[in-house]
């Protein structure tokens, strides 16, 4: 699984808001989101779609008022 970080949310962003988001762009995901104040994780079924969901989203896409950021999660070992 690919883990991709989704920043740049509203406090008031629910999982079922960016998994709207992400069916209404046909960007398939693997499982729930993880959920945090301002930001949330998903996997992607592989590398290439989860690069298809960064170039679609990352500074594109707008939910809820904020521009959506999605970029590819680093653990916080590698940071």
């Given amino acids: 699984m690919h883990k991709l970080y989704i920043g740049n949310l509203s406090d008031s962003v629910t999982a079922e808001d960016l998994g709207k988001t992400f069916d209404?762009?046909?960007?398939?995901?693997?499982?729930?989101?993880?959920?945090?104040?301002?930001?949330a994780f998903v996997d992607c079924p592989d590398d290439q779609w989860a690069m298809k969901a960064i170039e679609?989203?990352?500074g594109k896409v707008e939910l809820q008022g904020k521009?959506?950021?999605?970029?590819?999660?680093?653990p916080k070992k590698q940071r």
Avoid: A, C, D, W
């Fill in 24 to 39: 209404e762009h046909k960007i398939p995901y693997s499982g729930q989101f993880l959920m945090k104040t301002g930001y």
């Fill in 67 to 74: 521009r959506i950021e999605v970029e590819h999660s680093v």
């Fill in 56 to 58: 679609t989203f990352s």
